[in-house]
T-cell receptor, first 113, second 115 residues
Framework: DGGITQSPKYLFRKEGQNVTLSCEQN?????MYWYRQDPGQGLRLIYY???????QKGDIAEGYSVSREKKESFPLTVTSAQKNPTAFYLC????????????FGPGTRLLVL | QKEVEQDPGPLSVPEGAIVSLNCTYS??????FMWYRQYSRKGPELLMY????GNKEDGRFTAQVDKSSKYISLFIRDSQPSDSATYLC???????????????FGKGTLLTVNP
């Protein structure tokens, strides 16, 4: 089955801890994205990557970091600098030539202990 | 004026009703118009995609775009309980070089279809 997988489904973070959210796709899509979704706020773009070894900040990149070492993988690290990390995190990807259409993974819910 | 405004709902309708979901936008650079469906605690699913004014139909769903009024709508005919979800409108603009773009989402409308 082709698709986007995110793990874990739920993640708990302690104060001062960095945590990493996994995103993998086997759709052969070039571009990948990370969004944050808060109740009543819609989706906000954190980071995106159009090709391997390249990524750009989105609207709310502070307190987050990413890497894109492989086409299939785009992990997101929520650092201790992110003071309000509790949210639903969504990874997406889009095919070459169809950047405007994005396909989403199932999401990771991050909670702070 | 906000870049995208979406009727917040929530919207509750009986099974079989016609549902109308709406978004307005202010950015003239938007070239692509999407509707996503998101079930509770799941990722959004691309439902409809269009880039021109007019209507696009797919089964029970019709997407309508009016670029002159900066208004898009999603109509659901013969609504079913399985249509109960949050519906998100989304917009994309791509720069002249095609190398950079951004999706802008509405905040979503929660729809409940009652059996």
């Amino acid at each position: 089955d082709g698709g986007i997988t995110q793990s874990p489904k739920y993640l708990f973070r302690k104060e001062g801890q960095n945590v990493t959210l996994s995103c993998e796709q086997n759709l052969n899509h070039d571009a990948m994205y990370w969004y944050r979704q808060d109740p009543g706020q819609g989706l906000r773009l954190i980071y995106y990557s159009q090709i391997v070894n390249d990524f750009q900040k989105g609207d709310i990149a502070e307190g987050y970091s990413v890497s894109r070492e492989k086409k299939e993988s785009f992990p997101l690290t929520v650092t201790s600098a992110q003071k309000n990390p509790t949210a639903f995190y969504l990874c997406a990807s889009s095919p070459r030539g169809r950047k405007e259409t994005q396909y989403f993974g199932p999401g990771t819910r991050l909670l702070v202990l | 004026q906000k870049e995208v405004e979406q009727d917040p709902g929530p919207l509750s309708v009986p099974e079989g009703a016609i549902v109308s979901l709406n978004c307005t936008y202010s950015n003239s650079a938007f070239q692509y118009f999407m509707w996503y469906r998101q079930y509770s605690r799941k990722g959004p699913e691309l439902l409809m995609y269009t880039y021109s004014s007019g209507n696009k139909e797919d089964g029970r769903f019709t997407a309508q775009v009016d670029k002159s009024s900066k208004y898009i709508s999603l109509f659901i005919r013969d609504s079913q309980p399985s249509d109960s979800a949050t519906y998100l409108c989304a917009f994309a603009s791509i720069n002249s070089g095609g190398s950079n773009y951004k999706l802008t989402f509405g905040k979503g409308t929660l729809l409940t279809v009652n059996p």
